[in-house]
């Protein structure tokens, strides 16, 4: 828990930004090299092991998110890139994920890859529409990197075409490059 607060709380204009960063990589990995050690210290005996194994798998997933989302914010791109996926192998349906991953990808120059994956991301949205204008934006910007035809026109929730360039709250990215999210 402490590696995802770190990870998703930290903010650029932190003193301690990078050491922080570090610190939810490092507390992610403690978690993923002693889960199963940890496994009994987290849940109560009388659970069964169908749970037990629900839990373990969501522990894995948030571990291995938030040590992406450090990376990416760190820009170390392979690195999220790698934790990403790991992290999707427990949390397939996760849209934020998937999201960061085409982020993730896009920064790398991987413009097929992340254009695949930021359309998964938007299948998995729906229920956030915050996250499906930020989709949608990168959708649009990696169309027109990927020479791929919009299909059906994008639009925002609201039935509105989202902006040209990708934007984050707090800020817009340079034109060409996507925000951090």
């Given amino acids: 828990m402490i590696a995802r607060v770190l990870a998703e709380r930290t903010q650029e204009s932190d003193i301690d930004r990078d050491e922080r960063l570090n610190e939810a990589v ?14 009994p210290d987290i849940i109560p005996p009388n659970v069964t092991p169908m749970q037990a194994d629900n839990v373990k798998k969501q522990l894995l997933f948030m571990a291995w998110d938030a040590k992406g989302k450090a990376h990416m914010e760190l820009k170390q791109n392979p690195q999220a890139q790698q934790s990403f996926e790991k992290a999707l192998q427990y949390g397939p349906d996760e849209a934020r994920t998937r999201f960061r991953l085409a982020l993730t990808l896009d920064y790398e120059g991987k413009y097929p890859e992340a254009l695949a994956a930021v359309n998964q991301a938007l299948q998995g949205s729906t229920d956030d529409p915050a996250l499906t204008q930020q989709a949608q934006q990168e959708k649009s910007r990696l169309q027109q990197l990927t020479g791929v035809a919009p299909t059906g026109g994008a639009t925002s929730p609201n039935g509105t075409s989202p902006p040209n360039s990708a934007s984050s709250p707090g800020g817009s990215a340079a034109p060409g490059k996507p925000p951090r999210k």
Avoid: E, F, P
Avoid at 26 to 39: C, H, N, V, Y
């Fill in 26 to 39: 490092k507390d992610a990995d403690k978690m993923i090299a002693t889960i199963d050690q940890s496994l």
